[in-house]
T-cell receptor, first 113, second 111 residues
Framework: DGGITQSPKYLFRKEGQNVTLSCEQN?????MYWYRQDPGQGLRLIYY???????QKGDIAEGYSVSREKKESFPLTVTSAQKNPTAFYLC????????????FGQGTRLTVV | KQEVTQIPAALSVPEGENLVLNCSFT??????LQWFRQDPGKGLTSLLL?????REQTSGRLNASLDKSSGRSTLYIAASQPGDSATYLC??????????FGKGTHLIIQP
C-alpha cells in the first residue's frame, strides 16, 4: 500500500538531547513537509522540501533541522535549541505541482522528560 | 499572510442529522482547499480536495463547496453517524510552501 510512514509513534527526550523523527513515503511525491500540532492550535509548518537536496524553512524552523538526501525520506531533527519541543509532529507529502492533494502520516508524539 | 478560521470550534448533534462545518480564509488567492479528518492521536486523513477552479466536490455523504470570492468553504455531512465523530480541519494551499490550516471543528455525533 502506498503511503507515508512516520516512526516512532511515541518518543521521549531528555533535556539537552537531540532526537530524530523519521518520515518515509512511497507515493513517488517530490514535495515533503513537516508540521507541528499543539493543543488548541492549527498545524504550523516547520520545514518543507520540493526536491532532493533542497529544503526551506517554514514558519517555526528555529530549533529544528532536516535533510533530504533521498526522494522517499525527509527526517526531522529536534535539537536542544528547541525550547518547547513537546508536541505532535506530522509529516506530509504531495506532488510537485502546486495544488495537488496532500497526504499525511500517522504522526509522532514527542515528550520531553 | 493567509488566515484560516473554522466555525464552530465544537459541535455535538444527534445521530442522523445533516450538518455544515464552516471554513473561511482571508486571502482568496488559493490553489485549492482541502478538508481533512483527524481522529484522536492520529494523523490527518484527506476527505476532499477542491481546486480553485471548482465549486464543489462530493464523496459519499460528504460535500464540500468553495466560494473564493467570499473566502468561504463549507463541508456538508449528510445523515451523520457516530463514526463521523472526529476533528475536521480545512486548509488552503497558496504556493509551494505547504498548507495553511484552521484550528478545526471538534464534532461529536451522539448515538
Amino acid at each position: 500500500d502506498g503511503g507515508i510512514t512516520q516512526s516512532p509513534k511515541y518518543l521521549f527526550r531528555k533535556e539537552g538531547q537531540n532526537v530524530t523523527l523519521s518520515c518515509e513515503q512511497n507515493l513517488n511525491h517530490d514535495a515533503m513537509y513537516w508540521y507541528r500540532q499543539d493543543p488548541g492550535q492549527g498545524l504550523r509548518l516547520i520545514y518543507y522540501s520540493q526536491i532532493v537536496n533542497d529544503f526551506q524553512k517554514g514558519d517555526i524552523a528555529e530549533g529544528y533541522s532536516v535533510s533530504r538526501e533521498k526522494k522517499e525520506s525527509f527526517p526531522l531533527t529536534v535539537t536542544s535549541a528547541q525550547k518547547n519541543p513537546t508536541a505532535f509532529y506530522l509529516c506530509a507529502s504531495s506532488g510537485q505541482v502546486v495544488g495537488t492533494e496532500a497526504f499525511f502520516g500517522q504522526g509522532t508524539r514527542l515528550t520531553v522528560v | 499572510k493567509q488566515e484560516v478560521t473554522q466555525i464552530p470550534a465544537a459541535l455535538s448533534v444527534p445521530e442522523g442529522e445533516n450538518l455544515v462545518l464552516n471554513c473561511s480564509f482571508t486571502d482568496s488567492a488559493i490553489y485549492n482547499l482541502q478538508w481533512f479528518r483527524q481522529d484522536p492521536g492520529k494523523g490527518l486523513t484527506s476527505l476532499l480536495l477542491i481546486q480553485s477552479s471548482q465549486r464543489e466536490q462530493t464523496s459519499g455523504r460528504l460535500n464540500a463547496s468553495l466560494d473564493k470570492s467570499s473566502g468561504r468553504s463549507t463541508l456538508y455531512i449528510a445523515a451523520s453517524q457516530p463514526g463521523d465523530s472526529a476533528t475536521y480541519l480545512c486548509a488552503g494551499a497558496q504556493g509551494a510552501d505547504g498548507l495553511t490550516f484552521g484550528k478545526g471543528t471538534h464534532l461529536i455525533i451522539q448515538p
